[in-house]
């Protein structure tokens, strides 16, 4: 159960993710870019994967708390970053970013995870857009005009080094016998607090959790495109990070990192339908609902005994 | 502010509201779903009618109220079918599974239907104006302004909602979607016909987002893909308001969030968060009361 | 060990459960019956704090447990199982069983990440405990077994064993013999009976086989229609009037 020697392998991603930096400048800068938006989209999509699959609370919202982490960390960087030049101050402003996010999602999380099912998601999408709202009419940040001139400091160590980060803290945390709490409150609540489990405090931890790890994603996507804009953080983000979830399989890391992955490349390929692109996104949420809910890499890797 | 001109406006708005809040409704109360496309049929219904009145002024004469209602039926008939067509592929074969496969599968219709029409192919990103089905007459009233249209839209939401109202009450076809609504399986075993009712069910609800439709675009500065995503919205939360699966309710909903969307319109600084209000209110009373206004709550047994 | 005293819940103007006095002693196996609808898994959820009683109390360890919810509940003793067997249904047996141990691993959030040594060795203690209990009652080769995937009865006893491991000190047991076979039946009361004498435990017993409940319950309470009717040994309610009339020639024996 506990994979031993866990931590080594968060070491070695994030020295492969600090070496594969130091090969950037030979790099073509547009692929650079993709993998970078790749590493992002990992991030948010194993981060939603812990409220969504791990622990079967179906948030929309999820770009709400990108959005805090990202307009805050970079509001740290127009308004004090210029006097603190340090190596250190990205990644505190990143966490910075990610702790706002997190204290928003407790925020959110604690009136809303008495809903179920489709009231929970509604009221999530409506915190997101109220964010969105909010952060169109924050003049501090730009408004609805957004926020312009974020300095360029992302780059794939810090992308892929919080990537292996927020993998290994989610999946450290649901493989110990504090973690398989989550899955319990998603597969059966009310056995669950029968044996012990407190399942409000279970919900809502996996919320600030999620959220957390979304803000820091958030403020890596800011100082990569170094523009923001507070309607490229509405209800349809949310929806793209869901349809990774559930593409991936809802609760399986590997198959959600591989979702991430294919659903950021998937656009790249499809260069010349671009006109199509949109209309076969839509197909394509709707076949997999009807045909593979379960996601698209399900093997039955568990041992089935005939009953 | 004027506040009796700020309501009368509110009341224009909130009927269209209403409206739409109706099919939402009614599709909540027999499937226990939100239809996230039901704003996109109200967007085809527009469009219908878009393409559909030229003809029907060639035969009627323009601006005829006979031909108005020509092109509303029309619109609603198309609409009607789109509903129940949707209905069939997408949501019919995810009958059994957990609600949230079907949310999500019908976010994904709304999107396909968006970004189809908004290819350049089909109908085009760009607003297009809308023909005048009706003369426009604006009536003074001492210093009120009324609108012959906004009438009109209060005029047909009072109509459709006691004709709603009739057709679940007190005809075969509404008892039968009762039953549906309270219990699918126990309506199957006493023979009512629940695939078919389900049909009709989306059917009339796609109706009456097909006639919201026009009535909004007939108010709107242009038809465009995505009319129908804002005021859908509003108007499930006017829906959620009311008490989902409610139909006087949808209308209560739908006319006190029109009026509250107005009378903040009208208050310097509250306008920008117009979008906000909407969703303010929405997780408020899903928190305060899940059952809306007039809803009565339901008891989970363990 | 448990009290009720005048228990009642009303549902709306449904009276479900009304006025129970209900005591298990400490190491007393209680039965309660009914016929169906009586209000016996409505008494549980009073119990176990699902529902909130409409009035009256209840008693637990000396303690009120009004308003406590059900996991705080389980931390301080009661355990139970359920009409439907509600195991977690993505987990292993043995992770089935780990997340009732979990009340007692102690191990939290940050522990779980950081994964320093106290962590280390309170898991392979939480696992080492589970295997041990999963051994005694014959379950441990499935422990990686996907926990529904088990036969019916097996998945019965399991639900009992992930109970034991919350280290209770009551043990409600919802129709545990509830479709069951006659043999499985018998080794069910045999298992009741030595998890009883083992663990130190009360059990209350709900269940409608009147061979189990006759044959291993020291004291059985009867409800009908949410009211107590009946209380005493298995012979008396055997003879007991009111009690033949309310199930009416089900079978009794």
Redesign the interface.
């Known amino acids: 159960m506990p994979f031993p020697g866990a931590k080594r392998w968060l070491l070695l991603g994030i020295a492969l993710a600090i070496l594969a930096s130091y090969f950037t400048p030979h790099c073509n800068r547009y692929y650079l870019g993709v993998a970078i938006d790749v590493g992002i989209a990992i991030i948010l999509a194993t981060s939603l994967n812990l409220i969504n699959g791990h622990t079967g609370q179906?948030s929309l919202g999820h770009a709400g708390f990108m959005a805090v982490g990202g307009f805050f960390s970079a509001w740290i960087s127009l308004n004090v970053g210029e006097a603190v030049n340090a190596f250190w101050y990205f990644p505190l402003s990143l966490i910075a970013g990610g702790l706002l996010a997190a204290a928003v999602g407790l925020f959110v999380g604690v009136?809303?995870l008495?809903?179920r099912?489709?009231?929970l998601?509604?009221?999530t999408l409506?915190?997101g857009?109220?964010i969105r709202?909010?952060a169109?009419?924050t003049e501090a940040i730009g408004a609805a005009s957004g926020l312009k001139g974020i300095p360029k400091l992302t780059n794939l160590g810090w992308t892929f080094g919080f990537a292996a980060i927020t993998i290994y803290a989610i999946t450290a945390l649901v493989n110990s016998t504090y973690g398989r709490g989550f899955i319990a409150v998603h597969d059966d609540e009310?056995a669950a607090e029968s044996n012990g489990v407190d399942t409000t405090r279970t919900k809502v931890t996996a919320f600030i959790t999620g959220a957390f790890f979304a803000g820091i994603a958030g403020g890596l996507y800011a100082h990569h495109k170094q523009f923001l804009s507070p309607t490229g953080f509405d209800w349809?983000k949310s929806?793209d990070i869901?349809?990774m979830v559930?593409l991936g399989g809802m609760g399986r890391t590997v198959g959600v990192i591989a979702a991430a992955i294919l659903l950021t490349l998937m656009p790249e390929f499809l260069r010349e339908f671009s006109?199509?692109r949109?209309?076969l996104?839509?197909?394509?949420?709707?076949l997999?609902?009807?045909l593979r809910?379960g996601g698209l890499f399900t093997i039955n890797l568990k041992r089935r005994k005939k009953a | 502010m004027d506040w009796l001109q700020q309501i009368i406006n509110g009341l224009g708005l909130g009927a269209i509201y209403a409206l739409i809040a109706l099919g939402y409704t009614m599709v909540y109360g027999v499937l226990r779903?939100?239809n996230f496309a039901h704003s996109d049929v109200l967007m085809l219904g527009a469009f219908t009618a878009f393409y559909v009145s030229p003809e029907i002024e060639k035969l009627m004469g323009s601006q005829s109220v006979f031909g108005c209602i020509m092109v509303f039926v029309v619109a609603a008939a198309v609409c009607a079918c789109i509903g129940m067509l949707i209905e069939r592929l997408?949501y019919r074969?995810?009958r059994n599974?957990?609600?949230?496969?079907?949310?999500?599968?019908a976010?994904?219709?709304s999107?396909?239907i968006?970004?189809?029409a908004?290819?350049?192919n089909v109908l085009g990103a760009s607003p297009r104006p809308f023909p005048q089905l009706l003369p426009e007459h604006t009536i003074h009233l001492g210093r009120l302004v009324v609108s012959s249209n906004d009438i009109l839209t209060v005029v047909v939401t009072v109509i459709l909602l006691i004709g709603m109202w009739f057709i679940v009450q007190k005809t075969r076809v509404g008892t039968a979607m009762r039953a549906v609504s309270y219990n699918q399986q126990a309506a199957s075993l006493m023979g009512v016909p629940v695939n078919r009712i389900i049909s009709f069910t989306f059917g009339l609800g796609s109706a009456l987002a097909a006639i919201a439709g026009i009535l909004y675009a007939i108010k709107a500065p242009g038809i465009e893909p995505l009319m129908g995503v804002q005021p859908g919205l509003r108007a499930f939360v006017a829906a959620?308001l009311g008490g989902i699966g409610n139909l006087p309710g949808a209308v209560l909903g739908g006319v006190i969030l029109g009026l509250l969307e107005t009378i903040a319109g009208g208050i310097p600084g509250l306008s920008?968060?117009r979008?906000?209000i909407a969703?303010?209110i929405?997780?408020i009373i899903?928190?305060v009361k899940?059952a809306g206004l007039l809803g009565r709550s339901s008891?989970e047994k363990? | 060990m448990l009290e009720l005293e005048k228990a009642t819940i009303k549902?709306?103007g449904l009276t479900a459960v009304s006025e129970l006095d209900l005591n298990v002693g400490e190491g007393e196996l209680v039965g309660l019956i009914g016929p169906n609808g009586a209000g016996k898994?409505t008494a549980f959820?009073m119990i176990t704090g699902?529902?909130r009683p409409t009035s009256g109390q209840i008693r637990f360890a000396g303690k009120d447990t009004l308003g406590i919810k059900p996991n705080k509940l389980a931390a301080r003793g009661i355990a139970r199982t359920f009409q439907n067997i509600r195991l977690f249904a993505s987990l292993s047996v043995l992770d089935n069983i780990r997340v009732a141990a979990r009340l007692h691993n102690g191990e939290g959030y940050f522990s779980a990440l950081w994964r320093g040594k106290g962590w280390k060795s309170a898991e392979a203690e939480t696992e080492k405990n589970a295997l041990e209990l999963l051994e005694i009652f014959d379950l441990a080769e499935q422990r990686d077994e996907l926990a529904v995937s088990l036969p019916y009865g097996d998945q019965r006893r399991l639900e009992i064993v992930r109970a034991l491991a919350t280290k209770p000190k009551l043990l409600l047991l919802d129709e545990p013999a509830a479709g069951m076979n006659p043999s499985e039946k018998v080794d069910l009361m045999r298992l009741i009976q030595f998890v009883k004498e083992r663990y130190n435990l009360s059990v209350l017993l709900v269940e409608h086989d009147m061979k189990v409940v006759m044959g291993i319950c020291e004291r059985i309470a009867v409800l009908e229609y949410g009211i107590k009717i009946a209380e005493g040994t298995p012979k008396e309610i055997q003879c007991h009037p009111k009690v033949i009339e309310a199930y009416l020639g089900a079978a009794a024996g």
Do not use: C, H, W
């Not at chain 1, 996104?281 to 709707?286: E, M």
């Not at chain 2, 599974?97 to 599968?105: F, N």
């Open positions: 179906f009136p809303s008495r809903l099912g489709d009231y998601a509604i009221v409506g915190f857009e109220i709202v909010i169109q009419n009310i349809l929806v869901v349809v559930i006109q199509y949109m209309i996104y839509a197909l394509l949420i709707i997999l609902m009807l809910p | 779903f939100i997408a074969p995810l599974r957990p609600k949230l496969t079907v949310l999500i599968t976010i994904g219709v999107l396909l968006e970004f189809t908004q290819n350049e959620v920008n968060y979008d906000a969703f303010g929405l997780i899903l928190l899940p008891v363990v | 549902f709306g898994t959820n699902v529902y």
